[in-house]
């Protein structure tokens, strides 16, 4: 059946008064737009689904939602679960994310399943934290993260708190393939569940739990830092604002400075192009809010606040992005250092990074005794590493990857911005005591480890074309090679003891690497470039020639 059939059979299914419907007559001419929303059904991707809200297969609405609840619910009571412990649902501040949410919950309910809901948004790692501390079977968050307003999400948790994958996954999407998105999915009212008991809305007490985990992850104590360093915060008209300005707040923090037009929920996000804190267009009015007060740190979490990224003050009046890599291996030093020193670090440790994360945290971890451990990307894979470490004897160390995402604690099975947040301003005040700026710190890791450099590039390639460009390009990495590697690793199949994936490493013969993998939650082909040198410039140099070269072998793929 072709798109155009599809789209048929929507406009006949539909009511007339269906919001969806009208949206699909007002493209009944454009056969691009109609192929793109009817070309293929949205799908699991990195932990559920994700997409551009609006009328089609291909797109986040009520149909694809409300089927994604039922399979999600039919599969939890074949799992063999006490359905009494429940499923938690959260939501961020994006159009439909509360719409969504409800709609989840009345499913969830009227098959006969217990909801937890938040009352309003939360971030993402307080809802991983609740389903650990209620002792749940599943949770849901609707969130699209970090893309353009358009989109919307639909990520889900198994009891481990840690986002699906595996089994769980694959009989989730195989429960969810199994029915019609036109069924009747027996959603039960908000009201009668309400009433019921069925749906059961969460207080204060959870968010004091979380803040409490969040405090308990400190290092240092007010003695021992600078609590009047100006620090600037942005959530990006996001779910972490309030958490992150409580946790401050409750530190001691005397100058932790909340830009003031990005504090409260936007769904537009109307004073970033996108959302995203890997961008620096994210931090402009974080950059001339720090001048003002002379911040020496800037920090920004994402929509749903998984994602931290943080800028420092430059020392010429102006500021430094951090990138993911730089992010983690601060952290990773400021948590061995001050471990080391109370004698707070396990001796079998364990840090766990994705296989595209760069080496310096790597480096970091091994002069401490850590182990490192290696997964594909995506924290439903490096947080799924945590059970396996400790069941091996190791303690939990800490994890992340470049992608500007850390989860310091295990109490938290996801990226925990809040969390990682909180801990940066901790590392700066602690450092700013002692009369040091992050970027003397950094330099001084520099120096210690070598000079990491590291680049990225991302091709956006949008639609069904998009796609098969990007499986082309793929396919001629994995038939051509990259000139001058010395060592090629192949995901497809899996590799030593990670799973397959779509994903391909060349090590160069200068010991340099990059790789390259399509996203599994937009439509990009992302590469990851890395080297380390024994100065920034040789190092800088280095990294561009090798994504230069490597880039315009796959611009010339059409």
């Known amino acids: ?171 989730m999407m195989r429960e969810i393939e199994a029915l019609d998105l036109f069924d009747d999915f027996g959603e039960m009212s908000a009201e009668e569940a309400l009433a019921g008991g069925q749906i059961v809305m969460l207080g204060e007490e959870t968010d004091r739990r979380y803040l409490d985990y969040v405090q308990s992850m400190a290092q240092r104590d007010g003695s021992e830092l600078d609590l009047d360093i100006p620090v600037v915060f942005t959530p990006l008209n996001g779910a972490a604002s309030r958490m992150m300005c409580e946790a401050a707040k409750e530190r001691g923090f005397k100058n932790f400075v909340v830009v003031p037009e990005q504090k409260d929920p936007d769904p537009d996000f109307t004073t970033v192009p996108f959302p995203n804190p890997e961008n620096p267009k994210a931090f402009e009015l974080a950059e001339k809010l720090g001048r003002e007060c002379g911040a020496q740190i800037l920090i920004a979490t994402d929509p749903d606040g998984d994602r931290m990224a943080a800028e420092i003050a430059d020392g010429s009046g102006g500021y430094t992005a951090l990138n993911g890599n730089q992010t983690g291996a601060l952290l990773i030093s400021y948590l061995a250092e001050s471990k080391k020193e109370k004698g707070t670090l396990p001796g079998k440790s364990a840090m766990i990074k994705s296989i595209v994360t760069g080496d310096f945290g790597r480096a970091i971890c091994e002069s401490y005794g850590i182990d490192v451990f290696e997964t594909l990307t995506g924290f439903k894979n490096i947080c799924g590493k945590i059970n396996v470490v400790k069941e091996e004897g190791y303690s939990y160390f800490f994890g992340y990857e470049e992608s500007i995402g850390c989860a310091p604690g295990e109490a938290v099975r996801d990226k925990d911005g809040v969390c990682a947040g909180i801990l ?81 490493r060349f090590v160069m013969e200068d010991g340099s690497w990059l790789a390259a993998r399509p996203s599994g939650t937009e439509p990009k082909l992302k590469f990851y470039f890395y080297t380390v040198k024994d100065n920034a410039e040789e190092a800088r140099k280095r990294v561009l020639a090798l994504k230069e070269q490597v880039v315009s072998a796959a611009e010339s793929i059409a």
């Not at 993402?124 to 307003?149: C, Q, V, Y």
Request: net charge negative; proline share 3%; charged share 25%.
């Open 424 to 504: 940066l301003t901790e590392m700066a005040a602690y450092y700013s005591r002692q009369g040091i700026t992050m970027r003397e710190v950094l330099e001084r890791l520099y120096q210690k480890y070598g000079y990491y450099a590291d680049e990225s590039m991302n091709f956006v390639l949008q639609g069904k074309e998009g796609q098969e460009r990007i499986a082309r390009i793929m396919d001629a990495l994995r038939a051509d090679g990259i000139p001058g590697e010395a060592k090629r690793i192949d995901y497809i199949n899996g590799y030593e003891d990670i799973p397959p994936q779509n994903a391909l």
């Open 1 to 171: 059946m072709n798109a155009r059939e599809k789209y048929q059979i929507w406009l006949e299914r539909l009511s007339e008064e269906d919001p969806l419907r009208r949206e699909l007559l007002a493209i009944e001419q454009d056969d691009k737009e109609i192929t793109d929303r009817f070309y293929r059904e949205i799908e699991f991707g990195t932990a559920g689904l994700r997409g551009i809200c609006g009328a089609g297969t291909n797109r986040m609405n009520v149909l694809t939602v409300g089927r994604a609840s039922k399979g999600i619910a039919n599969y939890i009571l074949r799992s063999g679960e006490d359905i009494t412990r429940g499923v938690v649902i959260a939501y961020d501040c994006r159009y439909f994310s509360k719409e969504f949410s409800w709609l989840a919950a009345g499913i969830l309910a009227g098959s006969g399943i217990r909801v937890y809901m938040f009352p309003s948004i939360r971030p993402t790692p307080e809802l991983s934290f609740a389903i650990r501390d209620l002792h749940a079977i599943s949770g849901i968050n609707m969130t699209a993260s970090h893309n353009p307003k358009e989109y919307n999400g639909y990520k889900v948790y198994w009891k481990d708190g840690a986002q699906i994958s595996g089994t769980v996954s694959d009989g």
